[in-house]
């Protein structure tokens, strides 16, 4: 199994599922969120609709539709109100209920972006530490995931993630 950063944009993969860090009416919005829904079309909210919606912390999963990878996994993550509020273990469920999704589905190939690190506003660095090691601790269980992307938008986000998995 191989955890690595990847710089770019996360609508243009080809790998199993990319991960949506959503909102929790799945129904689009900005940031990633926004991108994914315009790179996968319509439909995608159309399917969305009858989803009935997702908690923060959980994961669900819908086909990609126009993207280049066969599906999304929506997650939604804690809006940061200092850290005192759950705001790191509802982070690390989303990895955790992606990733169990993932293997449940039998796919192989998964890239995340930063979750909850946009308008959310969760720390970069906090973020990124809690990603690596809920994808670290989850991979062990994993029969099916190979690989796994942690998606950096930009120079910065790819740095600390490669920073972090060297370490």
């Not at 929790?24 to 609709?49: F, K, M, N, T, W």
């Not at 009935?52 to 280049?68: K, M, T, Y």
């Not at 759950?86 to 449940?104: D, F, H, K, T, V």
């Not at 090691?133 to 994993?142: D, Q, V």
């Amino acid at each position: 199994m191989t955890l690595r950063a990847w710089r770019g944009d996360i609508t243009a993969l080809a790998v199993d599922a990319v991960v949506n860090a959503a909102n929790s009416s799945l129904l689009g919005g900005g940031g990633v969120d926004g991108a994914i829904h315009r790179a996968a079309g319509p439909q995608l909210r159309e399917y969305c609709s009858k989803l009935g919606g997702c908690a923060v912390g959980e994961a669900r999963l819908s086909p990609g539709f126009g993207l280049p990878a066969r599906y999304i996994i929506h997650t939604v993550g804690p809006i940061w109100r200092g850290g005192a509020q759950g705001e790191p273990e509802q982070l690390a469920a989303c990895y955790r209920n992606s990733l169990a999704l993932a293997e449940q589905h039998q796919l192989q190939s998964l890239a995340f972006p930063a979750i909850s690190c946009g308008i959310y506003g969760y720390p970069l660095e906090a973020a990124a530490r809690i990603a690596v090691s809920e994808l670290r601790s989850g991979l062990g269980a994993a029969a099916h995931v190979r690989e796994v992307l942690l998606v950096g938008f930009s120079a910065e986000q790819d740095e600390l993630y490669r920073r972090l998995l060297d370490a």
